[in-house]
């Protein structure tokens, strides 16, 4: 299987499948001499790992990372950095009678349709639990990142049609809501509405948003390498994303140009925009400005409800999926689109160090 592997420089592998032994990823491209520990990558993993509200699935997994190298005595070497987390909770039965029909909103046919064999367990490749690689690698990004000056914060932005308030943005609530909403009030509400819709054995699709400070102008490459195009890559490839969207999306095709140009200014010390409609990013690089990117999330493919579908002999037939599913994808993929994000951007960095004469020749000339 081809895919897997994401970056240029900063580069990540993930493996393993729903209900294999384990999952995990092999990051290679980092540099040396990060502190790093599994505690670094466990607060991370923590916030996707299922089991822990009413409004994600029950499936009981502690999703506890080991660090098997690339890392002595506590910083990184420069080698690869490869990670495990083993599956402990895996109810494989409950998926024995779907390897003979395709769920309605799964990649079972196209899966098929691609290999001719495809692990029904829980989707295999397809399923969720892929990103735990991504969160794992993303989570050494986000601390390379940091160490920089630059923070990644991913959040829910609405659940079906309720929308957190970010006028009133509590950035703790992100952590402390079963809804990674920063809106406590728009969290209440989001659970009652998401409760009407389980009492239904229906799922909820919803809207997550990333906000990226402290990224320096200048980052990105023109044509077919835009920082943009790189984002909104790594966000669409998490599955269940339908749509992303940066600065204004959608809305710049109802603006004028005279609406939607960011006008510059001379702060004294450094160029700034007084608005930031292009969501911090002009011509496919960094303008300095915050980046601000939006993923539209599908509701839910596995639903209670009986549904129609075709089975492998092509037989019309209804069917009710069993096991253990997310009502709602959105507060377990918002660290997700975090560390993809930071993932890219990290790469981005990595690259433009290579973009002027004077960077290669200050570093290396003697002195």
């Not at 952590?175 to 819709?197: C, R, V």
Request: net charge neutral; aromatic share 6%; charged share 25%.
């Amino acid at each position: 299987m081809a895919g897997s592997t994401y970056g240029t420089i900063f580069k990540i592998t993930t493996w393993g499948e729903s209900h294999g032994k384990a999952l995990g990823v092999v990051v290679d491209g980092c540099p040396a001499n990060l502190p790093l520990s599994e505690e670094d990558i466990q607060k991370y993993l923590d916030r996707r790992k299922p089991g822990q509200s009413n409004i994600t699935t029950s499936r009981k997994e502690a999703d506890l990372v080991e660090i098997l190298s690339g890392v002595f005595e506590g910083r990184t070497t420069g080698t690869p950095i490869s990670l495990l987390v083993r599956n402990t909770s895996q109810r494989s039965a409950d998926y024995s009678e779907i390897a003979s029909y395709y769920r309605p909103g799964h990649a079972d046919y196209t899966f098929d349709a691609k290999y001719g064999f495809r692990d029904y367990r829980g989707g295999g490749r397809s399923s969720g639990r892929e990103t735990i690689g991504r969160v794992a690698a993303g989570a050494i990004a986000a601390k390379l990142l940091k160490e920089m000056g630059i923070t990644v914060t991913a959040y829910t932005r609405s659940i079906g049609p309720i929308e957190a308030d970010l006028s009133a943005f509590d950035k703790e609530a992100i952590f402390t809501t079963p809804t990674a909403m920063p809106d406590q009030k728009a969290s209440a509400l989001a659970e009652a509405y998401l409760q009407e819709n389980i009492k239904k054995l229906d799922s909820t699709g919803g809207v997550m948003e990333c906000m990226v400070e402290g990224m320096p102008a200048g980052i990105g490459d023109p044509v077919f390498e835009k920082l943009d195009a790189n984002l909104s890559k790594a966000i669409m490839s998490i599955g269940a994303v339908k749509a992303v969207e940066i600065g204004d999306g959608v809305q710049v095709s109802r603006a004028c140009g005279s609406q939607n140009n960011d006008a510059f200014f001379n702060n004294g010390t450094s160029i700034e925009k007084k608005t930031n409609h292009a969501g911090g990013i002009l011509g496919g690089i960094s303008d300095g400005s915050p980046i601000l990117i939006r993923a539209h999330v599908k509701p839910t493919a596995s639903i209670f409800q009986s549904q129609e579908t075709v089975n492998k002999e092509g037989e019309n037939i209804i069917i009710q999926i069993k096991g253990r599913h997310d009502p709602i994808i959105v507060p377990r993929a918002v660290v997700v689109m975090e560390c993809m994000t930071a993932i890219t951007l990290l790469d981005a960095l990595m690259v433009n160090m290579s973009a002027r004469a004077e960077n290669l020749i200050s570093f290396y000339k003697r002195k």
